[in-house]
């Protein structure tokens, strides 16, 4: 099982088989993954992708570099955090 937190009101939770995004709600399920709202991807890209449409929808953007730069970061971050996450896990 791996989850990564991507910030305090989401994570990525994977079986192996199944992504699942993961609103959190607080609480937490007996099998410890956190229990919300979801959405299941067949990809962490898809999954990713959803979460920066999600985060970035209430954030006002003057430019288009600005919103290049904006989504670029956005991306980058995630990217190391599930890179670290899957050599963690041993999946490559």
């Given at each position: 099982?791996?989850?990564?937190?991507?910030?305090?009101?989401y994570?990525?939770?994977?079986?192996?088989?199944?992504?699942?995004?993961?609103?959190?709600?607080?609480?937490?399920?007996?099998?410890?993954?956190?229990?919300?709202?979801?959405?299941?991807?067949?990809?962490?890209?898809?999954?990713?992708?959803?979460?920066?449409?999600?985060?970035?929808?209430?954030?006002?953007?003057?430019?288009?570099?600005?919103?290049?730069?904006?989504?670029?970061?956005?991306?980058?971050?995630?990217?190391?955090?599930?890179?670290?996450?899957?050599?963690?896990?041993?999946?490559?």
């Amino acid at each position: 099982m791996i989850i990564i937190d991507l910030d305090d009101k989401y994570t990525i939770v994977s079986d192996g088989d199944v992504l699942n995004l993961v609103q959190k709600n607080g609480k937490i399920r007996k099998d410890g993954i956190p229990a919300g709202k979801k959405w299941w991807f067949n990809t962490y890209g898809q999954a990713i992708k959803f979460y920066e449409k999600k985060v970035d929808a209430g954030r006002p953007i003057h430019s288009l570099r600005e919103l290049a730069k904006q989504i670029d970061s956005g991306y980058k971050r995630i990217e190391i955090m599930v890179d670290q996450k899957l050599k963690e896990a041993g999946i490559e």
